[in-house]
């Protein structure tokens, strides 16, 4: 219907209004006028409720797309955090295979060296025993390195410029699982007079004064002593070696020493 048709219409009840009395008017004017009064007010109420409901549509739209946006957003980031955990499991599984790869070469290796040591071990428990029996046959004694043989014997002689007490010199032999030279011979004698000129030798009365004893425990039967010694000047009771003969000295002194196995 037009704006100008409803116009008309209004104009024209408006004349019809008009001749009516005042009576009629009171009588059927309130009656007439009230369904057009409340049709536009229902039209009003149901254009703004349609407006509400257009904008609630709409507005819940745009919070679903935001929460859609939100979603897929969050969707991407899982896929990128699925996709990195997913590397890094390749990595730990090629680090792990490398790691069990150099296990078994390692023990491989472990095997290898143990085989050796093995062969190794052997070989020197043959030498222990090629060695204990060179030394223990009187005809061939092996000495050690540094030690000087003569007459299947051995003999360690003090560094040049070391010079110990007698005491003292023998506790150096000891250390080495021997004791001071014993010189009982003129052919021992003169060899260890070609290492030392002055040395000391294995001799004492420290125990009974007059009663020289060898470190051995024997007791001394034939001596090379020099011509009126021992005289036991000033408690003289270690016997010392000079130029091939025997002489009592204070067992304070220091002079280099040799050791005999």
């Keep these: 219907m037009s704006v100008a048709m409803i116009n008309k219409s ?9 001749e009516i009395g005042t009576e009629e008017r009171f009588k059927y004017g309130w009656r007439s ?23 609630g549509l709409v507005a819940h739209n745009a919070s679903a797309i935001g929460q ?35 296990s078994s070469r390692l023990t491989k290796e ?78 021992e004698l003169d060899f260890v007079a070609r290492i030392y000129e002055k040395t000391w030798i294995g001799l004492s009365d420290k125990k009974h004064e007059g009663t020289w004893l060898w470190v051995d425990g024997s007791r001394l039967v034939t001596g090379f002593w020099q011509t009126g010694e021992p005289n036991n000047a000033g408690d003289e009771d270690c016997a010392e070696f000079i130029n091939g003969k025997w002489n009592d000295a204070l067992c304070s002194l220091t002079v280099p020493w040799i050791c005999e196995d």
């Design 10 to 18: 209004e104009e024209a009840e408006g004349d019809t209004w008009n």
């Design 33 to 55: 006028q009230c369904p057009v009064w409340w049709i536009r007010a229902a039209a009003v109420c149901l254009g703004l409720l349609l407006l509400i409901v257009i904008f």
């Design 68 to 102: 859609q946006d939100s979603l897929l957003d969050h969707l991407m980031k899982c896929e990128k955090l699925i996709h990195n955990l997913t590397t890094d499991n390749y990595a730990l599984r090629d680090e792990l295979n490398q790691m069990k790869v150099n």
């Design 110 to 187: 472990m095997e290898e060296l143990q085989r050796e040591y093995k062969t190794v071990r052997r070989s020197a428990l043959v030498n222990d025993e090629e060695y204990t029996t060179l030394n223990s046959s009187s005809a061939c004694k092996v000495c050690q390195r540094g030690w000087i043989k003569f007459n299947n014997k051995c003999y360690y002689a003090s560094e040049k410029g070391q010079a110990k007490n007698w005491e003292d010199s023998r506790k150096d032999c000891l250390k080495r699982g021997v004791d001071l030279v014993m010189p009982t011979t003129k052919e």
